[in-house]
Structures are given as structure tokens and as C-alpha cells.
């Protein structure tokens, strides 16, 4: 026997809103945000970048993964060629560390790019508006 949380009535199992009150009986989901919503805020933020600061960070994330790849091939030769562990480690750290600071200086001079050209927009504007 299942009842109402609401009001108390006694249903039937097979119920899913109550006879008496209209309750749900149990919690409907939340919505999900939708493809097209997730589409239109990349592709919105995809504008707002401009071509120039989405090719940067296009590039950053390439030599991100290519330092990663580089450090897999590494971590390979190194541990067939009977290289000490802790050689191993140091060695493949600096590489994996390497392309993430170069993909990192990469991304933020990209951003760096991004917030002159919106600081020239706006003294340009300002400039007119006078």
C-alpha cells in the first residue's frame, strides 16, 4: 500500500499521482540542459573569442597532446633501454611539465591578445563618442 505525501490517502502500487490532491508521488526529474542550449553557449563563446584567440588555443591544446605523446614514446624507450626508475620519472616529468607550461603560455597569451583587443575596442569608442 503506498500513500500520498501530501495529504495522506492511501493508494493504489501502480499510482504515480494521487487521487485525492494531485501530488506527484514521486519527484520529478530536473531538467537537463538541452544539446542545442550546450551548441549555442560554445558557439557563443566560440564568437566571442574571435578567430585569432581560438586558433591560440587550438595550438595550446596540440602541443599539449604532443608533449604527451612525446613523453609516452619517451617513458617507452626509456624503460626498454634499462633506465633506473628515478631517471624514468624525472625524465618523463619534465617533458609532460614542458608542454603543459608551453600550452599554458600559449592559452593565456591568447587571452592576453583577446582582452587588448576589447581595451583598444572600448578607448576607440570612447574616443568617437567624444
Keep these: 500500500m503506498t500513500y500520498c505525501p501530501k495529504c495522506g490517502k492511501s493508494l493504489s502500487d501502480d499510482a504515480v499521482r494521487c ?3 494531485g501530488a ?3 519527484p520529478e526529474p530536473e531538467p537537463e540542459q538541452k544539446p542545442a542550449e550546450v551548441k549555442d553557449a560554445l558557439r557563443k563563446w566560440a564568437l566571442d573569442q574571435g578567430q585569432f584567440c581560438l586558433i591560440a588555443k587550438a595550438l595550446a591544446v596540440i602541443v599539449m597532446a604532443f608533449y604527451l605523446l612525446v613523453s609516452i614514446v619517451y617513458l617507452v624507450t626509456l624503460i626498454t ?3 633506473s626508475a628515478g631517471m624514468i ?3 618523463v616529468l619534465t617533458k609532460l611539465l614542458s608542454g603543459i607550461a608551453l600550452g599554458a603560455i ?3 597569451l591568447s ?3 583577446l582582452y587588448l583587443q576589447r581595451l583598444y575596442q572600448m578607448k576607440k569608442k570612447e574616443c568617437k563618442d567624444k
Design 19 to 21: 487521487d485525492a490532491c
Design 24 to 26: 506527484p508521488l514521486y
Design 81 to 83: 633501454g634499462g633506465v
Design 89 to 91: 620519472f624525472t625524465e
Design 106 to 108: 600559449i592559452w593565456l
Design 111 to 113: 587571452d592576453a591578445v
